[in-house]
T-cell receptor
Framework: DTGVSQDPRHKITKRGQNVTFRCDPI?????LYWYRQTLGQGPEFLTY????????KSRLLSDRFSAERPKGSFSTLEIQRTEQGDSAMYLC??????????FGQGTRLTVV | AQTVTQSQPEMSVQEAETVTLSCTYD???????LFWYKQPPSRQMILVIR??????QNATENRFSVNFQKAAKSFSLKISDSQLGDAAMYFC?????????FGKGTSLLVTP
């Protein structure tokens, strides 16, 4: 499968714990995006990378959220000190510059 | 911030019939892109159709077509000859630059 891959698919964590999600984009894509989707809403943009550079991060939801793309390939999204309000689907997408974005299946986070 | 409004939370169509999903958006820009994405239950979001704002001709992709009214900032999706596999959430999205801004979605039910 050469699509966007996200791991894990599901994560249940206790409030206050840290979680990290991984995204493997389509191999030749230089842009990678993270979105959050809560129940009954459309995806909400969080951040994006062009190669290894994080070009927009002002829309990350709080300073508990951070993302990396160390070698311009896979990316990780970390949430520190999780709260119940962080429960959502976290979507990753990748694209070539100015081309259509391809989405992964998402990581569903449940904070209990 | 750009906003995308989908006024129909749910729509229903019979197999083989035609259905139109509505979308309006707000922008002060003249050059942008519009998209319709489909999100089946527990599956990844896939692109259905895209429209460049500078193109007057409405985009079509097989059974899917759009009615793009730039002055009215309206971008509706028409699905012809509906099939059971068309059942999904449909999201309208606007892109200016790097981020997609999504509406809240319309849930499409297809009945036999």
């Amino acid at each position: 499968d050469t699509g966007v891959s996200q791991d894990p698919r599901h994560k249940i964590t206790k409030r206050g714990q840290n979680v990290t999600f991984r995204c493997d984009p389509i191999s030749e894509h230089n842009r990678l995006y993270w979105y959050r989707q809560t129940l009954g809403q459309g995806p909400e943009f969080l951040t994006y990378f062009q190669n290894e550079a994080q070009l927009e991060k002002s829309r990350l939801l709080s300073d508990r959220f951070s993302a990396e793309r160390p070698k311009g390939s896979f990316s990780t999204l970390e949430i520190q000190r999780t709260e119940q309000g962080d429960s959502a689907m976290y979507l990753c997408a990748s694209s070539l510059v100015s081309r259509q974005a391809f989405f992964g299946q998402g990581t569903r986070l449940t904070v209990v | 911030a750009q906003t995308v409004t989908q006024s129909q939370p749910e729509m229903s169509v019979q197999e083989a019939e035609t259905v139109t999903l509505s979308c309006t958006y707000d922008t002060s820009e003249s050059d942008y892109y519009l998209f319709w994405y489909k999100q089946p239950p527990s599956r990844q979001m896939i692109l259905v159709i895209r429209q460049e704002a500078y193109k007057q001709q409405n985009a079509t992709e097989n059974r899917f077509s759009v009615n793009f009214q730039k002055a009215a900032k309206s971008f509706s999706l028409k699905i012809s000859d509906s099939q059971l596999g068309d059942a999904a959430m449909y999201f309208c999205a606007y892109r200016e630059g790097y981020a997609l801004n999504f509406g809240k979605g319309t849930s499409l039910l297809v009945t036999p």
